[in-house]
């Protein structure tokens, strides 16, 4: 596999090149939070408090915007008074009706799957919000059904836009009086994504640089990125999605305890100590990323568990299996990479490693000589 390591040091050459139409806009996360505030409480989605707290919140979104679901289902976490369900196809579930509210998502305001569900549900008389691009299918139909509408504001790819479409979501659920989201917690998102843009910066040299170090770690492994609490889960499926959109590159998403409870069996496979007679056991992890990669050309590809801890939000029979997990990947050879959430709200949390893995994506492209703007190949699936 081609690594280009050199390139993550050469700031010249990324300021340069393709990742220079992507970094800014990675790194304008704070100022969407900041912004997405304001615009949805200008667009009136308190509106949708009116008629008080719903039975249930369904969050339709496809593609990347379908990720706007997990970031307030985390926020809103288990302790919530409703269920907070994300819905990724056609039409609506059954069971939605009056009681309900549906909010739908799409960063191109065209998605065919998120057009029929708002059609849906105006016809059952849910209560509706949308957020989209303005003058596209899904404004129409918000306007069509009365619905608050956040528009979309800056031109940005996609796969950079989630804080622009999960927020106005998070203040919608908080007038619906489902979680308790303060200004402060609002704030603290938004100044955890302002620390780990400047840490993750061009400029930041690899052995400082978070990002620049992890895309060199997952760089020639199969990640396997673990989440150990809601929030964690949700960014493990963000990383695996950044990395697919940016470096075209595979990532296997999992949880503990389920379905790590399977995915362990990973570790005896194939990508893990099956890989040479026996296994190899435990590779120091500073050697490991030092080494001369080219003189590992024909080195095959293994598994690296990315295990996402959440301290204070972990239960802790499931700290006592992610510490058992670390030491059967060690006796397996498998590697580790363990990254912690910090800050006190779970949007805070969330943001610290959503705000890492944007950054790990764009640079691991570049270390793999792939092109991080390259617009994926969903367009050949009819979107």
Known sequence: MYLDEAILDDTARIDSGNAAALLPHVAS??????????LAEEAGVARLGADGRPRAVLVAGVG????????????AGPASPVPVIGHHA?????????SDVVLAVSASGTSAETCSVVEEADRRGARIGVVAPPDTPLAHLAALAGAPFVPLVGQRPARAMLWSLA?????AVREL??????????????AR??????????????????????????AGSLPLVWGTSAVTSVAAEHAAAQLATSAKYPAIVGALPHPGHHQVALFDGPFGAGLTAGGTGARDDLEDFFRDRIEDEEESIRLRLILLRDPGAERSEVGRQAEAAIAVAAERGVGVTELRAEGAGPLERLASLIGLFDFTAVYAALALGIDP?????????GR
Not at 29 to 38: C, E, G
Not at 90 to 98: E, I, K, M, T
Not at 167 to 171: C, K, T, Y
């Open 29 to 38: 996360a704070a100022l969407q939070v900041r912004q997405s505030v304001i």
């Open 64 to 75: 990347g915007s379908s990720l706007a679901a997990g970031v307030l289902a985390a926020v």
């Open 90 to 98: 056609h039409g609506l579930p059954g069971w939605v009706g009056v």
């Open 167 to 171: 927020v106005p979501l998070l203040v």
């Open 177 to 190: 009086g489902i979680v308790r989201l303060g200004a402060d917690a609002v704030e603290a998102a938004a």
């Open 193 to 218: 994504l302002e620390e780990v843009a400047t840490r993750c910066r061009s400029s930041s040299e690899s052995f400082v640089n978070p990002a620049k170090t992890l895309a060199l770690e997952l």
């Open 373 to 381: 703007t390259q617009a994926p190949t969903v367009r050949d699936l």
